[in-house]
């Protein structure tokens, strides 16, 4: 194999890496927000007086990590990697409907929650699997 066929594999596991690298990093974020800030408002009345979130935080979240997700997801399905790809695709429907879904805001958080959980493990599992063939791109 020559340097530059080298180069060139290893540029897609690198941009495969950072972007599941993000999409973990972005769950993880999801999952602080909907478990840590409720129980930090709750303890300060002072802060949740103050402290106003918009309603279109939860929109742009899942406007930024979905097509990331989606891309990722779908690649693991093309590696015939289908209960990642179902599983991302079930936490990526649940913060969506979360989003939309008329509910109480516990509700909210529990969906929230579940689909960021179901979305983390999808993206640890993709990147595993890939790392564990000795693939270098999902």
């Given at each position: 194999m020559t340097m530059d066929r080298l180069t060139a594999t290893a540029r897609p596991a690198r941009t495969a890496d950072v972007a599941?690298?993000?999409?973990?990093?972005a769950s993880?974020?999801?999952l602080?927000?909907?478990?840590?800030?409720?129980?930090?408002?709750?303890?300060?009345?002072?802060l949740s007086r103050?402290?106003?979130l918009p309603f279109d935080a939860h929109l742009w979240i899942v406007l930024l990590a979905g097509p990331v997700s989606a891309w990722l997801l779908s690649r693991a399905a093309r590696q015939h990697r289908i209960g990642?790809?179902?599983?991302?695709?079930?936490?990526l429907g649940c913060l969506v409907l979360a989003l939309i879904l008329p509910v109480?805001?516990?509700?909210?958080?529990v969906i929230s929650t579940l689909g960021s959980l179901m979305l983390a493990s999808a993206h640890v599992a993709n990147w595993m699997a890939?790392?564990?063939q000795g693939?270098?791109?999902a």
């Open positions: 599941e690298g993000v999409a973990i990093s993880i974020l999801c602080i927000h909907c478990l840590a800030l409720p129980v930090l408002l709750a303890g300060s009345p002072w103050t402290m106003d990642i790809f179902a599983a991302g695709i079930a936490g109480s805001e516990p509700m909210e958080a890939r790392h564990d693939q270098h791109c």
